[in-house]
């Protein structure tokens, strides 16, 4: 049996004045896969997932299922984002500062699902809570009383909380300590395995796409220049971009920047 | 050879509502002439604030106690005066986000000028043509027309090298560079580390590269220092500690650093646990709550470090290797 993608994205173009941020891309992604996006600051990584979920202007196709997300209206475009969610790259700014965590939580719920008991939504919040391992006596905290992995946690609790079928990370980890990293990332993939959530995963940390990826694609300058299964590009990267960009990446004990890495 | 950066038993505790924050504990590091030093460690374990205390650029709040010789003369405690002729000149530092650090409404040209109008008594014409050749120097093309240029128009890996070529234009002896790419790109990344690599080489500077990202600062550091809970764990020379590292915590750090070369895993490794509370005092090892080795003398006694004195040209591989454990990893 055939399966027809899950999202769909030709020719999608971002147009900020007369800046092309993001030239003629297309590429599909499938139920329950991850897609890693690299290429450095300017790329138009983020204008492209910002582009799929209608937050910046755009031309093109974007198929979600068949339904076209730049075309649909207003009305239609809030109902699809029930399904479609996003993190950013900074977790503290991504929070409202004046919520407590509780009602951040509960924003998603009371939007999507407002039919829902007062105590049903508190287990529900409580359940993601724990899932995402922050204690039940922070519900009452604001975002400021955390950690930046914390923060990201409760971020991570945000986009989960109505289990969507797509999440956009936009470098959801580029802030963190190394040693942070690893556990939202791992958090990040045991959710989506529970709710077989697709991911768009935009990060310039190599070693953290090649572990979460099923295929990447590389952007350099507004466009697409590669696009393969993560265990091929990894081992024989074809663009010249793609194989600058792999050597840049430190090695733990190599003494010295090699020369080859530099653009 | 006297070192050209000497802290001893460096301490700094910052005065708080909630209680007194003891974010450095007894810090002593030596930087030779031409030396590469690298701290590393998580948010919070202290390596920014010991060297904010070198520069004496702390918040009022912040209580520094030990001894700081810069060039043989001890600083702490200087006057503004003192420090301010060293500041900038001898002794500076470059910061993680070089946005924030350039003024935005002057130009690059201007801000660099400035350095050398105020600490040499330059004119403002030589000033600016030492400010073009430092450009040149720090490898920004087209540096004529850059130096006209306002911070916000120069990417990320530009402004970084204004900020590195404005902090070695009165030829410093010290440039102490705090997370200097982890506001970077990778690619770009990599050229800020050969730049300062370069500048190391040409200028015979002494560099202090704090980062938490271990990877970043093998490439570059003569001797690494690792820094929990506002104390040095462990000590040893650049490319030892990779192969050999013995405190637990280095350890467990090095298995989170997971890098190209090393096989895909199933889960990436964490650290698992938090750093403690740095208004307490614990009787035992910081990092025993969270490590897999600790046993019933990890709390109750603390680990010193195991040579209290690092001497930077002693560097035998194996015997200048100080560790702070009750059971360290044998290398």
Redesign the interface.
Known sequence: MIHSPLLQVSDLCVQFGAFTAVNPVSFDLNEGETLGLVGESGSGKSSLARAILRLVPATGVVLWKSENILACSHQRLRRLRRDLSIIFQDPLASLNPRMQVGDLLAEPLHIFEPALSHNERQRRILKMLDRVGLHANMLTQYPHEFSGGQCQRIGVARAMMLQPQLLVCDEPVSSLDVSIQGQIVNLLVDLQIEFNTAMLFISHNMAVVRHISDRVLVMYRGQLVESASCDTLFAAPVHPYTRALLAAVPVIGATAARPSAML | MQPVLNIKQLDVKFKQSTGVVHAVRQVTLSLGLGECLGVVG??GSGKTQAFMAVMGILEKNALVQGSIQFEGREILGASPTTLNRIRGAKLTMVFQDPMSSLTPHLTIGTQMAEVLVVHQKESWGNAERAALQMLDQVRVPEAARRLKCYPHEL??GMRQRVMIGMSLLCKPSVLIADEPTTA????????I??LL?EMRAELGLSLVLIS?????V???ADTIAVMYAGRIVEQSS??NI??HAKHPYTV???K??????SP??D?????QG?PPDLTQELPGCDFAARCSRASEICRRVRPELSAATFEYRSLDAQSAHPVACHHPYES
Do not use: M, N, W, Y
């Not at chain 2, 970077?184 to 050229?191: F, G, P, R, Y």
């Not at chain 2, 989170?256 to 070369?261: F, I, K, P, W």
């Open positions: 998580e948010s990417s990320g970077l790109d990778v690619t770009v990344q990599a050229q580390i050969k690599q938490h990202d271990l990877a970043i093998s490439g570059l650049g490319g990779f192969q467990a750090l090095l989170c650093t997971s890098d190209l070369a895909r895993l889960r990436l490794p964490t650290l938090f």
